[in-house]
């Protein structure tokens, strides 16, 4: 990957929605260079996939949360089975299995407690091995970002 491929990557990552010709242009790059330079870096798995980043407010999900767990019972299976549930929530935006004194960390987009209180009850409770589970409200968001630096 050179220069002109993260100088490609970064624009995407800002505004997938340009043209072929608009990112050649900013690149310094013939149309159909730039284009097979793209199809590489997908090709190559460097780009993952192409999505929309919908406004959570307008989209009626105000609510962000941030989760820690701690399981009763550890061991991989254990830590499959909690994050398995937890990629069946359509709330949890992220789910990440971590090391230290809490197992797993959930970044969750809700409409209203009542959401997460029903979350809560699907998840925390009943059989899904929690021991404990600590809520995190978000009060401001300083910065949210879905690019990675190149």
Known sequence: MDRIDRKLLN???EDASRTNAELADLVGLSPSSCLRRIRRLNEA???????????PAKAGKNLKAIVTVELERHGEQYM???LELVVAEPAVIQAY?????????LML????MDEFDTLCERLFRDRSNVARYYTMF????AKETTAIPL
């Open 109 to 112: 987009r809700l409409a209203d």
């Open 80 to 82: 499959r089975q909690f």
């Open 97 to 105: 299995g971590v090391s230290g004194e809490t197992d797993v960390v």
């Open 45 to 55: 798995g460097i780009i993952d996939r192409v999505v929309a980043v919908v406004a």
């Open 11 to 13: 624009l995407l990552q």
């Open 138 to 141: 978000v009060i401001r968001t």
